[in-house]
């Protein structure tokens, strides 16, 4: 896994539809209106936020993850002329010993149905192997989220397993997990 090629400058990835950049302080109104909606964290380990103010700090804790070399977030802009944001897409736990990373993903609630996540995974997935060069992705979804596991499957995950009662979500309590991945070998 190329460290330095992910954390010496923030990237910017892009497809004919989308770009994944940066969060800045000025998205924060957009960030907002993601985190403050119940719908879009039903089955994700994110409790939402109601304060805009710890949505101005959480931007903030962005920028620091990055800065630690522990996470990126990205925002999911959609390619017109105002460049909406519309979602966050992230990887996470960099396993450097086995060169494997995990992905998170979610849209507001109004831009779901439209292919986005599944364009945004693949955007990331094309970087991660192509200029990270890093062998495995994996994500981690509860059970009864039927539509995040049809975007992993669009975009060649393997359904790998059940974990049952495998991990403390906030807001969730103790949840079972169901485990996607790819292998670079397996991606064409």
């Not at 949505?55 to 990055?66: A, C, L, P, Y």
């Not at 693949?122 to 539509?147: C, D, G, H, S, T």
């Amino acid at each position: 896994m190329n460290m330095e090629a992910v954390f010496e400058q923030f990237p910017i990835l892009k497809s004919d539809k989308l770009i994944l950049k940066k969060i800045e302080e000025h998205h924060l109104d957009e960030v907002y209106a993601i985190y403050s909606n119940d719908q879009v964290f039903e089955f994700c380990c994110i409790i939402p936020k109601y304060n805009k103010v710890t949505v101005k700090s959480m931007i903030g804790h962005f920028e620091r993850d990055f800065t630690k070399r522990t996470k990126i977030k990205w925002g999911i802009f959609t390619l017109t002329a105002s460049e909406q944001l519309v979602g966050i897409i992230e990887v996470f736990d960099l396993n450097q010993k086995v060169n494997m990373v995990t992905i998170g993903y979610f849209l507001g609630e109004s831009h779901w149905g439209k292919g986005i996540a599944s364009e945004a995974v693949k955007i990331l997935v094309e970087y991660l192997f192509r200029e990270i060069n890093v062998n495995r992705i994996q994500a981690e979804v509860m059970p009864r989220n039927e539509i995040s596991k049809k975007v992993l499957l669009r975009n060649g995950f393997r359904q790998e397993g059940l974990l049952r009662q495998a991990s403390v979500w906030s807001g969730k309590g103790i949840v079972d997990l169901e485990i996607f991945g790819l292998l670079k070998e397996d991606y064409a």
